[in-house]
């Protein structure tokens, strides 16, 4: 017998970093990453594959599997493939995206549901486990798997917040990886006084606000430019920020403002893509 499932989940940008304070914020933007999962009694292993990234770390999809099974109580093994467009390690939320998306597949093979809330948190022990996160990243698995604006505490499992805003969001992810396993924790410490009061922006509602500070502070405790940041500030854009650990950026924008930066963004110098995306309310299950 064999067992099939399929889902998505999606990519997040960041608004607070949580690795400084433990308290973070995102939302969930409109690109996707698909899990298929096959499940047959006689494999006892689970092998993860990731569409177009032969070389890819595949522990957190298999850990995600194997965490939906042994809550179930179910002994089988099998098969999981991902496949994506949100960039990889790049602070677009991949790792979130890829464990949420394998959780509910494997949850479509066996024919079971959980609570959106046990879901995500098994995500979360899934990213730990696999030595992907540094706080648990709860803020991104949140954002990936409801969608919307999100604000979180890492360290209790709690989601605090969370608010629906339309807007665009443009992104600028360089050619390149940073993982946040290897992320500049003591630096990030450093500015955990500053990244509080973006925090409190965020609970009175000021995301672009927050979002920029958030930017600022941590390009420079981890050493990345802020070059893309003042580009969008010149033209008048309130919320960009570093994403994640980096090296992308996202930029929160009326409709107005997208053309100018993309134009802006594309011609910038630096080598990487220019992405055109929304923050996407929907999510996959209300919370
Ligand atoms: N599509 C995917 N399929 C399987 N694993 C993935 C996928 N995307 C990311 N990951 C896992 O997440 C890790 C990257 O996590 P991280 O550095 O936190 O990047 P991000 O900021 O994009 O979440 C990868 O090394 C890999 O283990
Ligand atoms: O590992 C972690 O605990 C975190 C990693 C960061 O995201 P990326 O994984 O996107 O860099 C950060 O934004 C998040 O708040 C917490």
């Not at 433990?22 to 939302?27: C, D, I, R, S, V």
């Amino acid at each position: 017998m064999t067992l099939t499932g399929h889902a998505y989940a999606l990519g997040a940008g960041t608004i607070i970093n949580a690795i400084a304070t433990w308290k973070g914020a995102a939302f969930g933007v409109d690109l996707k990453t698909f899990a298929d999962v096959e499940l047959t009694k006689s494999s006892p292993a689970i092998s993860g594959t990731i569409e177009n990234v032969p070389q890819g770390d595949t522990t957190l999809i298999e850990r995600s599997v194997e965490l939906v099974l042994e809550h179930f109580d179910i002994e089988m093994g099998g098969t999981v493939h991902t496949s994506s467009e949100v960039p990889l390690a790049s602070g677009l939320k991949s790792s979130s995206a890829a464990a949420n998306a394998t959780i509910l597949a494997t949850l479509d093979a066996i024919g079971e549901t959980m609570e959106p809330m046990d879901a995500v948190l098994l995500g979360v022990r899934a990213a730990k486990d696999a030595g992907v996160t540094i706080t648990g990243a709860l803020d991104d698995a949140c954002a990936s798997f409801f969608g919307g604006i999100v604000v979180t505490d890492n360290r209790k499992n709690e989601l605090v917040k969370r608010a629906e805003k339309e807007m665009d969001v443009i992104i600028f992810a360089p050619d390149r990886q940073s993982f946040s396993s290897q992320t500049n924790v003591q630096n990030s410490e450093l500015i955990a006084p500053w990244v509080d009061m973006a925090y409190e922006l965020t609970l009175e509602g000021e995301y672009e606000k927050a979002m920029t500070l958030n930017g600022f502070l941590y390009c420079g405790a981890l050493g990345f430019s802020t070059d893309i940041m003042m580009d969008a500030l010149r033209i008048g854009v309130k919320g960009v920020s570093l994403s994640g650990t980096g090296p992308a950026y996202s930029a929160l924008v009326e409709k107005d403002l997208a053309e100018e930066l993309i134009k802006i963004w594309k011609e910038c110098g630096t080598s990487g893509k220019v992405i055109n995306t929304k923050i996407n309310n929907e999510g996959l299950m209300k919370p």
